[in-house]
């Protein structure tokens, strides 16, 4: 059954530095999605991406995230400036459109310290 | 306003009792989706089960069922012959717009905490 990845699974940065998260979608899927959920919590939605934009961002996802889609397969979350409280587990979810399902990866645990 | 409440942090169950997770949202589109998702200690995402608004009948996959009653705004999943297996986090969560339409986010409750015991 085709599935989300996500790379790493866990990354460990020190404040101020630069992160990149890697996430590969459902091939025939058009939609994505990263959420976070800092530990203990619940799942926030980051942003949703379409057709090379980005669709809808929540006030979380400020000028340090970006999101990009660099080729047909990948898709990326880049913080530009990690600070302490963006420790958290991030997930890449995607959808056909179609169906009504958000298939989620299995996420990327991000530590700042 | 919160958008999805999830009122249980935590709840206990027999293993083979049913157990009911509470969940109430709140919406003025008349176009939703509720969703349960299963998250495990190793916390991947395990999505469980899917109610439309206009769907007739209350969602059933397996030992899961959700009880959708829209008047009350509640989607309560029922899960029965519990297993061991089931202790975990249980997240409620809305997509609101129509249903296909695939750039609709999804809202989470806080989530309830559920321990089998043997």
């Known amino acids: 059954e085709p599935e989300v990845t996500q790379t790493p699974s866990h990354q460990v940065t020190q404040m101020g530095q630069e992160v990149i998260l890697r996430c590969v979608p459902i091939?025939?899927?058009?939609?994505f999605y990263w959420y976070r959920q800092i530990l203990g919590q619940k799942v926030e939605f980051l942003v949703s991406?379409?057709?090379?934009?980005?669709?809808?961002k929540s006030e979380i996802f400020d000028d340090q995230f970006s999101v990009e889609r660099p080729d047909g397969s990948n898709f990326t979350l880049k913080i530009r400036s990690t600070k302490l409280e963006d420790s958290a587990m991030y997930f890449c979810?995607?959808?056909?459109?179609?169906?009504?399902?958000?298939?989620f990866g299995p996420g990327t645990r991000l530590t700042v310290t | 306003a919160q958008k999805i409440t999830q009122t249980q942090p935590g709840m206990f169950v027999q293993e083979k009792e049913a157990v009911t997770l509470d969940c109430t949202y709140d919406?003025?589109?008349?176009?939703?989706?509720l969703f349960w998702y299963k998250q495990p200690s190793s916390g991947e995402m395990i999505f469980l089960i899917y109610?439309?608004?206009?769907?007739?009948q209350n969602a059933t996959e397996g030992r899961y069922s959700l009880n959708f009653q829209k008047a009350r705004k509640s989607a309560n999943l029922v899960i029965s012959a519990s297993q061991l297996g089931d202790s975990a986090m249980y997240f409620c969560a809305m997509r609101e717009g129509p249903f296909s339409g695939g750039y609709n986010k999804l809202i989470f409750g806080a989530g309830t905490r559920l321990a089998v015991h043997p």
């Open positions: 091939s025939n899927h058009l939609y």
């Open positions: 109610q439309g608004s206009y769907d007739q």
């Open positions: 919406t003025s589109d008349p176009s939703y989706g």
């Open positions: 991406f379409y057709n090379n934009e980005i669709s809808e």
């Open positions: 979810a995607s959808t056909d459109g179609q169906g009504y399902e958000q298939y």
